[in-house]
C-alpha cells in the first residue's frame, strides 16, 4: 500500500479553505442515523465528541477514568497556542506555522501544519465563549506569554491549569449533549479491541472496569483520541492510567504506526527521589520565561546554591544560545541540561539535576511593583517581597506544587530540576483527514503523529488537539460518512463481533492463568529502565540492538511468569494494568527499531553517532526526510513505509537558536 | 531537606464490591521513606500484599499530580488527609513518624456508593454537570474573543470557582453529604462571566434539583467542605448559589426550567 497524505493541491494558505468547500456534507436526517465511536475524553474526544453531538450524528464516548473531566488533559499546565497577534509583536499564521516546523526539525507535513496556525485563532474565541477563564489584563483583555522555541507572545493561559480549564470548558459542552441526548458517556470503560467488517472499522470491544464485562459497541467510524504513550518509559509526567492500548490494537488491526521514536523528553521536571518513584511532576516550561537555568562553574560543588556567588555560576543556556537563552526548544534544553550533569556538574544528592533560579526575576518584578506604587528607594526586602507576589500571581500552583514534593521552598532556594519524558510526537499515522491507513478509523489529538515532526513547541499539544476536535473533524468524518448513509447499523451479534469479543477474552484468561510470581509493576519498571537507557534522550545503534533483544526476553518472561491478582469479572486495577503493559511490551520494540532505522539526530530523536562538533543534533535530509510508517506483520515483524516530506513553502536549515 | 524511614501501621476499609458488607483490615509497613508520596506507600503496601499472593487494595488516581481529582481517601478522619489545600496524592510521607498508624476509609456520601475498597462512584456530579453547568455555545459560533472585554477582578473571581477539581471531599467532609460547594463552584465560575449570563436562572434551578435528585444533603452553612477542600473553593460560592438561586425564584423561575 503506497501512502497517500491526500494534502490537497494549492497554495499553502488556500488548500484548507478549498478542502473545507469541496468536501462532501451529510444532510441533518442522515446525520442522526449515523453513529461514531469516540475512545478517550481528553482534550481531542470530548471537543470532538461535543462537536459532532452538536451537529446531530449519534456519539458514544469512552474513558478509563470515573468521569471523562479527569482525561490527562485536565494537567496540562502552562497554556495554549494561538496566532491571534493580539500583542501586536509580529505574530502571525504563517509564523506559527513556520516556529512550528522548524521547532519540529522539518520532520511535520506543511499542510497540516499550516491548517493548524489557521484554525488556532478561532480555538481561543470558541473557548472563551465557553467560559474558560482565562488571565486577562487589568484593561479586561486578554493575556500572553511566550514559551519555548518562538520570539513572541502568543501563548493563552489560565495561571498554571490551562489544560483543566480548557478541559472543563470541553467537558461542560460534552456533558450538554449528554443531557441532549445526542452522547452516551461510558466511563471506567476501556477499549480492547477494534471490530472491523469488510475491511472497515465498525465498532470495538470494552470491558467494563466495574464489573469486568465485555461488550459490544457498533460505529459507522472510530475515533481514537486515547492520548500519548510516554508510559512505556514507566516514569514519565503522564497521568497513571495513560496508555498505548488503544492506538496499540488498532495498530495490529492494520493502521500504522507513524515515527515511534518520536519522544519528547522535557527540559524541567521534578528529579527522581528514589525507587519508589511512580510518576514524575512537570514544572511547566512557563516556568522558563522568567527562571534562570544553571549549574556551579566547579565541578562537584557541594555547597548550597545561595551560597555559590553569582561569577561562580554558569547559566549554560544563555551562554550556549545567546538569541534564545533559557527559551530554547525542549529538546535542546534538555540535552544541555544531561551534557552537564554527564560532565560532573549536576547538582543536588543525585548530582541529575540543575537549577532553576528565580531571584533575578523577584528582584526585577519587585522592582516594576515599587514604581507602580511610586515607593522612593523601596528596601531590598520590600522589593523581595513585591516580586514574590508578582510571581506567586503567575506560578503560584506551581511553587506550591514543588513545595509539597520536595519540602523546599522555590521563593527562597532555587528549584532542582531534570529533563523527564512528556510526550510523543509519535503515533497513529493519520492522513489530512485525520484517517488512518484503516477506512472509518480516525486518530486525533496526541494518540496520532500528526503535526510536531521530531519535537513538539509547548503549548502545541493543546491547540493541537481541539483544532482536530472542534474545527477538523467534523468536516472530515463527514466526508467520509456522507458516502456511509447507506449502511445500517450493525447488529453486534455478527460474526465479526463475536470474533473480535472472543480474542479479548481469550487474552484475558491468558493472562490470568499465568499465576507467575512477579507483579505487573515491576515488569513495568524493568521495561522502562531499557527504555530510558537505550532509547531516551540519547541513543546509539549498540544500544538499541541490545535493548531490541532485552525487550523480547522481557516480553517473554512477562507472559510467563506475570502474577495477576484477582478475579476477571470484579473491579480489578492490577489486571488493568497488565492488559496495557502487555502492549507497552511490544510498542517499546517498535520504538527501537524505529530508532535504529533512523540514522540521523533530529529533534527529540538524538542519535549520538549524528551530531555537529559542538553537540547538536545533525539531520540527514538526503536519507531521512521522511515520516516512518510502520506496519505490523505479526510478532516483531513490521514492514517500514516512507511519507516523502515536501518543503514547499520553508526551507528546511541546520536549526539553530544561538 | 532530610529524609528518614519510618515503620506504620495502617487500618484500611476492605469492601468487595458495592453489596458486600465492609471492615477495617491491618497492616504493617515497613521502610517508608518520608520523600515518599501517600500513594506511593499505598503502592508499597500493594507490591508487598500481591507478592504474599493476597489481594491488593483498590484505590482511584492518575494524575497524581493534585489536578484531575481522581484519588480520594478519608485519612484520619478527613478528607484528604491533613495537609491543607492538598490532594491525597500530593500527601507526602514526611508528615508521619515511625510507629505512627494511619486509619483510611473511601469517602463516605450516600451519593457516593462504594464500588470496591477506597473506590467510590461520583457519577452524580458529572449528572450535575449535565443539568446545566455549561454555557449553550455551540462549535463555531463564537465571535473574537477580545470582542468581549470581563474586568480582570471578574475573571480572576470565576477562574478561582473553575479551579474546582470536582474530587468529592467537600462531600466527604460535610456531616449532611452535601455538594453545595461542588455545584455553587460551577455556578458561580459561569454566573461571573457575561457569557453565562443568558442561561443564570435556568442554570441554578436544575442544577440543584439534580443535586437533590442525587441525594446529596442540604447545606446548613457548616463549613466543612470549604476547610477540606484542596482547591481552596470558597464559601462564598454558596452565598452567591444562593443570591442566584433566590434571584431566579423571584423572576417567577425560568420558563425553560424542566
Ligand atoms: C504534565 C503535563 C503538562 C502539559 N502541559 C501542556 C501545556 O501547557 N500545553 C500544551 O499544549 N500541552 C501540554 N501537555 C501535553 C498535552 O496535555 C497533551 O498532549 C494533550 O492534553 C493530550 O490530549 P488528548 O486529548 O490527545 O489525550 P488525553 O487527554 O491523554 O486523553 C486520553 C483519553 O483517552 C482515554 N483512553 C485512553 N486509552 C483508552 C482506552 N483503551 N479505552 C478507553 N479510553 C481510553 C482516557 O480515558 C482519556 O479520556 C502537557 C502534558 C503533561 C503530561
Ligand atoms: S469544591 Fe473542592 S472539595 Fe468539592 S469537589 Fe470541588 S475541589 Fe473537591
Ligand atoms: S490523582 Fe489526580 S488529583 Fe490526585
Not at chain 1, 479491541?193 to 470491544?205: L, P
Not at chain 1, 520590600?382 to 506544587?401: C, D, H, P, S
Not at chain 2, 464500588?115 to 446545566?132: H, P, Y
Not at chain 2, 435528585?213 to 452565598?239: D, M, Q, R, V, W
Request: with cysteine; glycine share 10%.
Amino acid at each position: 500500500m503506497t501512502l497517500n497524505s491526500k494534502i490537497p493541491a494549492g497554495q499553502i494558505d488556500a488548500k484548507w479553505t478549498t478542502y473545507k468547500s469541496t468536501c462532501k456534507l451529510v444532510n441533518p436526517a442522515n446525520k442522526r442515523q449515523l453513529e461514531v465511536i469516540v475512545i478517550g475524553t481528553g482534550l481531542a474526544g470530548a471537543s470532538a465528541a461535543a462537536s459532532l453531538g452538536e451537529l446531530g450524528y449519534k456519539v458514544k464516548t469512552f474513558c478509563f477514568q470515573d468521569s471523562p473531566r479527569r482525561a490527562h488533559s485536565i494537567a496540562a499546565q502552562g497554556g495554549i497556542n494561538a496566532a491571534k497577534n493580539y500583542q501586536n509583536d509580529g505574530d502571525s499564521t504563517y509564523r506559527l506555522f513556520y516556529d512550528t516546523i522548524k521547532g519540529g526539525d522539518y520532520r511535520a507535513r506543511e499542510g497540516n501544519v499550516h491548517r493548524l496556525a489557521e484554525v488556532s485563532a478561532n480555538i481561543i474565541d470558541q473557548c472563551v465563549a465557553q467560559g474558560v477563564p482565562f488571565a486577562r489584563e487589568y484593561g479586561g483583555l486578554l493575556s500572553n506569554r511566550s514559551f519555548g522555541g518562538t520570539q513572541v507572545q502568543r501563548t493563552f493561559y489560565a495561571a498554571g491549569q490551562t489544560g483543566q480549564q480548557l478541559l472543563i470548558g470541553a467537558y461542560q459542552a460534552l456533558e450538554r449533549q449528554v443531557a441532549l441526548g445526542n452522547v452516551t458517556q461510558y466511563s471506567r470503560h476501556e477499549m480492547l479491541e477494534v471490530v472491523m467488517v469488510d475491511g472497515k472499522a465498525r465498532g470495538i470491544i470494552a470491558r467494563n472496569l466495574v464489573t469486568g464485562e465485555l461488550e459490544r459497541h457498533f460505529g459507522h467510524a472510530v475515533l481514537l483520541c486515547s492520548g500519548g504513550y510516554g508510559n512505556v518509559f514507566y516514569l514519565s509526567t503522564n497521568a497513571m492510567g495513560s496508555n498505548v492500548t488503544a492506538a496499540w490494537k488498532a495498530h495490529k488491526k492494520g493502521a500504522y504506526f507513524g515515527n515511534p521514536c518520536f519522544t519528547q523528553i522535557h527540559p524541567t521536571c521534578i528529579p527522581v527521589s528514589g525507587d519508589h518513584q511512580s510518576k514524575l511532576t512537570l514544572m511547566s516550561e512557563s516556568l522558563r520565561n522568567d527562571g534562570r537555568i544553571w549549574v556551579p562553574k566547579k565541578q562537584g560543588d557541594n555547597r548550597k546554591p545561595n551560597d555559590i556567588p553569582e561569577e561562580e555560576r554558569d547559566y549554560y543556556l544563555e551562554r550556549r544560545y545567546p538569541a534564545f537563552g533559557n527559551l530554547v526548544p525542549r529538546d535542546v534544553a534538555s540535552r544541555a541540561a544531561k551534557e552537564r550533569c554527564d560532565a560532573g556538574y549536576g547538582v543536588g544528592a543525585s548530582k541529575q539535576a540543575v537549577y532553576l533560579d528565580y531571584a533575578s526575576a523577584i528582584e526585577r518584578y519587585g522592582k516594576v511593583e515599587a514604581n507602580k506604587l511610586g515607593l522612593e528607594n523601596p528596601s531590598k526586602e520590600k522589593i523581595t517581597e513585591l516580586g514574590k507576589g508578582v510571581v506567586e500571581a503567575k506560578y503560584g500552583n506551581l511553587f506550591e506544587m514543588y513545595e509539597k514534593i520536595t519540602g523546599e521552598n522555590p521563593y527562597e532556594v532555587p528549584m532542582r530540576i531534570y529533563p523527564a519524558v512528556h510526550y510523543t510526537m509519535g503515533g497513529l499515522w493519520v492522513d489530512y483527514e485525520l484517517q488512518t491507513t484503516v477506512p472509518g478509523l480516525y486518530a486525533l489529538g496526541e494518540a496520532n503523529f500528526s503535526d510536531h515532526g521530531a519535537n513538539r513547541l509547548g503549548a502545541s499539544a493543546l491547540m493541537q488537539g481541539l483544532a482536530d476536535g472542534y474545527f477538523v473533524i467534523p468536516y472530515t468524518l463527514g466526508n467520509y460518512l456522507a458516502d456511509d448513509i447507506r449502511t445500517k447499523s450493525i447488529p453486534t451479534d455478527h460474526p465479526a463481533f463475536v470474533a473480535a469479543e472472543k480474542e479479548v477474552s481469550d487474552r484475558i484468561n491468558k493472562l490470568m492463568s499465568i499465576k507467575g510470581t512477579e507483579s505487573v509493576e515491576s515488569f513495568h519498571k524493568r521495561l522502562g529502565k531499557i527504555m530510558w537507557d537505550k532509547c531516551g534522550m540519547a541513543r546509539n545503534e549498540k544500544g538499541l540492538k541490545e535493548a531490541i533483544e532485552e525487550i523480547k526476553a522481557l516480553r517473554k518472561e512477562f507472559w510467563s511468569n506475570v502474577r495477576i491478582p484477582g478475579d476477571i469479572n470484579e473491579f480489578n486495577p492490577e489486571l488493568d494494568k497488565a492488559n496495557r503493559v502487555a502492549d507497552f511490551l511490544e510498542l517499546g520494540e517498535l520504538m527501537c527499531i524505529d530508532a535504529l532505522n533512523r540514522n540521523e539526530s533530529c529533534g527529540g530523536h538524538f542519535r549520538e553517532e549524528y551530531q555537529t562538533e559542538d553537540g547538536e543534533a545533525l539531520r540527514q535530509d538526503d536519507k531521512y526526510m521522511y515520516v516512518a510508517a510502520w506496519e505490523y506483520k505479526g510478532e516483531s515483524q513490521y514492514e517500514l513505509h516512507k511519507e516523502e516530506l515536501n518543503y514547499e513553502v520553508v526551507h528546511p536549515t541546520q536549526r539553530s537558536y544561538k | 531537606m532530610e529524609h528518614y524511614n519510618m515503620n506504620l501501621t495502617l487500618k484500611v476499609w476492605r469492601q468487595k464490591n458495592k453489596n458486600a458488607a465492609g471492615h477495617f483490615e491491618t497492616f504493617q509497613v515497613k521502610n517508608i521513606s518520608s520523600e515518599m508520596s501517600f500513594l506511593e506507600m499505598f503502592d508499597v503496601l500493594n507490591e508487598q500484599l500481591i507478592a504474599e499472593g493476597k489481594e491488593p487494595i483498590a484505590f482511584d488516581h492518575d494524575c497524581r499530580e493534585g489536578i484531575c481529582g481522581m484519588c480520594s481517601m478519608h485519612i484520619n478522619g478527613r478528607a484528604h488527609g491533613p495537609w491543607h489545600h492538598t490532594t491525597t496524592c500530593q500527601l507526602h510521607m514526611r508528615e508521619y513518624k515511625d510507629g505512627d498508624t494511619i486509619v483510611v476509609e473511601p469517602f463516605r456520601a450516600n451519593a457516593f456508593p462504594v464500588i470496591k475498597d477506597l473506590v467510590v462512584d461520583r457519577s452524580g456530579f458529572d449528572r450535575i454537570i449535565q443539568a446545566g453547568g455549561y454555557i449553550s455555545v455551540n462549535t463555531g459560533n463564537a465571535v473574537d474573543a477580545n470582542a468581549l472585554p470581563i474586568e480582570k477582578h471578574d475573571a480572576d473571581e470565576a477562574f478561582a470557582a473553575a479551579a474546582c477539581i470536582g474530587c468529592g471531599a467537600c462531600v466527604a467532609a460535610c456531616p449532611n453529604a452535601s455538594a453545595m460547594l461542588f455545584t455553587s463552584a460551577k455556578v458561580s465560575h459561569l454566573a461571573l462571566l457575561p457569557q453565562g449570563d443568558p442561561e443564570r436562572s435556568i442554570r441554578v434551578e436544575n442544577m440543584i434539583r439534580q443535586h437533590d435528585k442525587e441525594g446529596f444533603g442540604g447545606c446548613t452553612n457548616i463549613g466543612a467542605c470549604e476547610a477540606e477542600c484542596p482547591k481552596g473553593i470558597s464559601l462564598e460560592n454558596i452565598a452567591r448559589l444562593n443570591r442566584e438561586y433566590l434571584a431566579a425564584t423571584f423572576r417567577g423561575g425560568s420558563k425553560n426550567s424542566i
